[in-house]
C-alpha cells in the first residue's frame, strides 16, 4: 500500500511517499480502506520533530496522522461493532501512533464509529480530532449546560468552528474571536457576538463568560480570566493554563486546566448523530490528493484555514 514515511523531521519534503506492506487487523482491531485523511496543526508540528515526533520514532516507520474516514476491509478476532463492508470514522489512537496518512489503516474498535449515510467521506474525516476536542473540552471538561456564556477563541479554524456549534446545540450563548473576514461565518455556526481579536482584547470587551476555550496559549488565557465570571471554566488546548494562570483563577475559584484530545468511539458516536441530524457540519475548506498531501501541510501552516483541510483517496 501506499504511505506517507517521516524518515527524518523537517519541512515537507520529509513526506515521503513509500510501498509499505498492508496492516492486518489484530484482535480488536478493524481495517480500513481509507477514503480521506484530515490535517490538523498537531500533525505540521509532529512532522517537524516536535509534538509526538519522539514517541513515534520509538516504533518506526513514522506514519503521522489520526483522523480517517473509510471503509472496512477485515476485522479482527472480537470485533463486534463493525463487519466489512461498514462504512466508519474515527480518530485513530491518538496520542499513541495513528499512521493514518496510508492507504490502509488498522485501528481499535474502540475509537471508530459508523459514519452516517449521509455524511460523505471527506466531511466525515474533518469531524474527528478537532470535533472530538471540542465536544470533550465543552462536555466532559467545562460540563457545559443551557444559558451559559461560552467564548470561544478562534471561532473560524478547526476546534472552533466545530465548539460554536456543539455550544449552540447545548442552548448556550456563544460569543467567538475571528477576524472580520471570518464573522459573517462564526454568525451563520451560531456565534451571536463576533469579537474582532486584532482590535480588541476580550477582557476588555466581555464579562460574566461562563466558559472559555483558548486554543491560543498562555498570554491569550491569562488575558480571557478578565472576561469571566467567579466559578466559571477555562480550557486551554494549547497548554495555556500555566501554574501561573492556574494560581490567578483560583483566586476567583475559576477552573483553568489544559486538555489533550483522545480516542473514544462512544464521543465519535454522539458527534455522528449530531451530523447525521444536521445540528454539527464540518466546513471542509481546502481537499487534496492523496499524492498533494504535503501541500495540505503547507495550507495548514498557513494559520489562515477557515475550518478544516482534507486529503481525499479517490472517494
Known amino acids: 500500500m501506499k504511505a506517507f514515511v517521516v524518515s527524518d523531521p523537517g519541512d515537507t519534503t520529509r513526506l515521503q511517499l513509500q510501498e509499505l506492506d498492508k496492516p492486518t487487523a ?5 481495517l480500513v480502506k481509507v477514503k480521506a485523511i484530515s490535517i490538523n496543526p498537531v500533525d505540521t508540528k509532529t512532522r517537524e520533530g516536535k509534538a509526538l515526533y519522539n514517541s513515534l520514532a520509538e516504533n518506526p516507520p513514522v506514519i503521522i496522522g489520526w483522523d480517517i474516514s473509510g471503509v472496512v476491509e ?14 466508519v470514522f ?61 467564548l470561544v477563541h478562534a471561532a473560524a479554524g478547526g476546534v472552533g468552528h466545530f465548539a ?6 447545548f442552548q448556550a ?21 463576533q469579537i474582532d481579536y486584532h482590535k480588541y482584547n476580550v477582557e476588555e470587551v466581555l464579562a460574566n463568560i461562563d466558559i472559555v476555550l483558548d486554543s491560543l496559549g498562555e498570554e491569550n488565557t491569562r488575558r480571557s480570566l478578565g472576561a469571566m ?30 486538555y489533550l484530545v483522545h480516542s473514544s468511539a462512544e464521543d465519535m458516536e454522539k458527534i455522528a448523530d449530531l451530523m447525521r441530524d444536521g445540528h454539527l457540519k464540518a466546513h471542509v475548506s481546502h481537499v487534496f490528493s492523496f499524492e498533494d498531501l504535503p501541500k495540505a501541510h503547507q495550507q495548514v501552516e498557513t494559520h489562515k484555514t477557515r475550518g478544516k483541510v482534507v486529503v481525499s483517496l479517490n472517494e
Open 173 to 193: 450563548t456563544v460569543i467567538g474571536t475571528a477576524s472580520p473576514e471570518n464573522h459573517e461565518f462564526i454568525r451563520n455556526l451560531g456565534a451571536v457576538e
Open 90 to 150: 474515527g480518530m485513530v489512537n491518538f496520542p499513541g501512533h495513528g499512521r493514518a496518512y496510508a492507504a490502509y489503516v488498522a485501528a481499535p474498535e474502540s475509537h471508530l464509529a459508523h459514519k452516517p449515510a449521509n455524511i460523505p467521506h471527506h466531511e466525515a474525516a474533518a469531524a474527528t480530532l478537532a470535533a472530538l476536542t471540542a465536544w470533550q473540552v465543552l462536555v466532559h471538561q467545562a460540563n457545559i449546560k443551557a444559558g451559559q456564556r461560552v
Open 164 to 169: 460554536v456549534q456543539i455550544a449552540r446545540y
Open 26 to 30: 489484530k484482535a480488536g482491531e478493524v
Open 74 to 87: 477485515a476485522v479482527g478476532e472480537g470485533v463486534k461493532m463493525f463487519k466489512p463492508g461498514d462504512e
Open 229 to 258: 465570571k467567579d466559578g466559571g471554566t477555562i480550557v486551554s488546548i494549547l497548554g495555556g493554563a500555566k501554574e501561573a494562570v492556574q494560581e490567578e483563577a483560583r483566586k476567583r475559584d475559576i477552573d483553568a486546566k489544559n
